[in-house]
């Protein structure tokens, strides 16, 4: 039996997941429009190839990717791009972000593909090739990009690769019914990252609260050496230093990878999504989206293309908009508030939330910190979680970076168990926005003045050099000077006066 560890702090908030788990996974089926934002990953974001009017096929790529840290977009279904504009997109601030909008037409036609299921017989590197070109992101999370992950330092030892089933947020359970349903395809995106990092071990972690998927999993790995590794329950188990922690006992350095300790780890969502696109050349066009709260009727979860509007599934899974308070797209504890029912599911959507007021109330205001350090017992990355919250509020930036502020994996734990129901989780958001921002504003003001630095050193160096021709041009005529006070020459001043009386004679006789 594996040993298994703990990590720092952790809460149990209620798991509300048995509401969504009662049916098999539905397909949403196509909506109307779909909305594809070129940016559904961290990085820089695609670039659209197609124009409006054009009529696209299902896996067709429709945006590139633009630089290292990108990946490329595809069409969910086949139809004709109608638009290619900004529209509002998930995301805390609810702002808007180019997209590209395809009407599609019921036919589902797919672009000639193919994969490569003897992945075997293939170079890692290419396989990383074909990942990257299939526009897979880490769909557990921030979304970044798979091929970047898996692209480690030559001289970097993989000891341990871990699939990450934990979903250890409440009311999400589209891992949990991807690792029962479709357990085959994990173990065969698996075997493809094992083929690719050559691990010293390939582990799937899972917490002891989806016993379905364990045997499911447990089932599929049958002589694979791929081990199947489940813990105690406890949140926030699913970030991914506290999920390194929990199998190998190893803390991943403050601002460091995990490959750093020799680790890789990667969701079972992606990993599905990597299997798919090896085995038979499909790219990522649709995603597991739990659907849940007491203000549907019809909880569950849906296989649903990206780009499809939050209105489309919400009506599927039966919702009634009277009955709630606020839409969340992803869990009660790290989602962020949706005003708008059209924004498109992207690759990260893992649920939407759909409470109603006595199911997930309304937050009380804000009282006083009461100094009880409830937060830092709760924290899991181990930090201060109180004194962020004064230097946010002092916009205390170098405070916040010294005490390490961008380790915050964002959990929400701190804000869940303060007895003065102080909103923590959201000023460490905002005073991260407020850093990046300082940054990047420093990064662009060093560049001008590095340009203005560097027109000065050309102006003095060609003042420099016009000193330099003239010092040498005066040097040269008093030697002429002295050579014709020798009588060895002619004096200069007397030809050049001669010279100017001869034109001027010149003239006048013209
Ligand atoms: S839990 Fe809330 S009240 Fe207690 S120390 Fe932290 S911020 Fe202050
Ligand atoms: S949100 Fe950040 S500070 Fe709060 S408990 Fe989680 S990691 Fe710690």
Redesign the pocket.
């Given at each position: 039996m594996r040993k298994i560890y703990d990590f720092h702090g952790g809460i149990h908030p209620p798991e509300n997941k048995h509401q969504s788990v009662g049916e098999p996974i539905e397909a949403a089926g196509i909506p109307q429009q779909l909305i594809i934002p070129l940016s559904q990953h961290i990085g820089a974001p695609a670039a659209s190839v197609v124009t409006v009017g054009e009529r696209v096929l299902k896996g067709q790529q429709i945006a590139e990717a633009k630089g290292f840290v990108s990946v490329p977009q595809h069409a969910p279904t086949s139809g004709v791009i109608s638009a290619i504009e900004n529209r509002v997109i998930a995301h805390p601030s609810g702002f808007s972000a180019p997209c590209i909008v395809i009407d599609t037409d019921g036919l589902d036609q797919w672009i000639d593909h193919s994969g490569q299921p003897d992945f075997e017989s293939v170079e890692p590197s290419e396989l990383i090739k074909l990942i990257r070109s299939a526009g897979i992101a880490g769909m557990g999370g921030a979304g970044f990009p798979t091929a970047v992950k898996l692209t480690v330092k030559a001289a970097t030892k993989i000891e341990t690769l871990i699939l990450n089933g934990t979903e250890c947020e409440p009311y999400i359970t589209a891992d949990d019914v991807l690792m029962r349903e479709r357990a085959e395809q994990i173990i065969r995106g698996a075997t493809i990252l094992r083929h690719i990092l050559s691990p010293g071990e390939t582990v799937i972690g899972v917490e002891d609260n989806k016993p379905e998927a364990i045997a499911a999993l447990r089932a599929a790995a049958e002589g694979t050496g791929v081990d199947i590794v489940s813990f105690p329950t406890k949140y926030p188990s699913g970030g991914e230093k506290q999920l390194i922690e929990i199998l190998t006992d190893k803390q991943v350095p403050s601002g460091g990878l995990p490959s750093d300790i020799g680790v890789v780890c990667q969701n079972i969502g992606t990993a599905v999504a990597i299997a798919n696109a090896v085995d038979k050349g499909e790219p990522l066009i649709s995603r597991i989206t739990t659907v849940t709260g007491d203000a549907v009727d019809k909880p569950r979860n849906f296989d649903v293309l990206l780009g499809t509007p939050m209105a489309f599934l919400l009506d599927k899974a039966a919702y009634q908009a009277g009955k709630n308070n606020r839409l969340i797209m992803g869990g009660p504890m790290m989602g962020f508030s949706t005003p708008r029912v059209d924004v498109p599911i992207v690759k990260t959507t893992n649920c939407i939330l759909a409470p109603t007021e006595s199911e997930l109330p309304t937050p009380p205001p804000a009282?006083?910190?009461?100094?009880?350090?409830?937060?830092?017992d709760?924290c899991p990355a181990s930090l201060l979680?109180?004194q962020l919250?004064w230097f946010s509020q002092g916009k205390e930036h170098e405070k916040l970076e010294e005490h390490k502020l961008f380790d915050c994996i964002e959990c929400g734990a701190?804000s869940w168990?303060?007895?003065?129901h102080?909103p923590?989780v959201q000023y460490y958001r905002s005073a991260k926005a407020d850093i990046l921002k300082a940054r990047s504003d420093n990064e662009k003001s060093e560049q001008s003045r590095a340009r203005f630095e560097a027109r000065e050193e050309r102006l003095v160096q060609l003042a420099a050099e016009r000193e330099a021709k003239r010092a040498a041009r005066k040097k040269a005529a008093e030697e002429r000077a002295k050579k014709a006070a020798a009588g060895d020459g002619e004096d200069p001043i007397q030809a050049a006066i001669e010279r100017a009386k001869a034109k001027k004679a010149a003239q006048e006789s013209s």
């Open positions: 009282q006083a910190c009461i100094r009880c350090g409830m937060c830092a709760a979680p109180q919250f701190c168990v303060c007895p003065s102080i923590l």
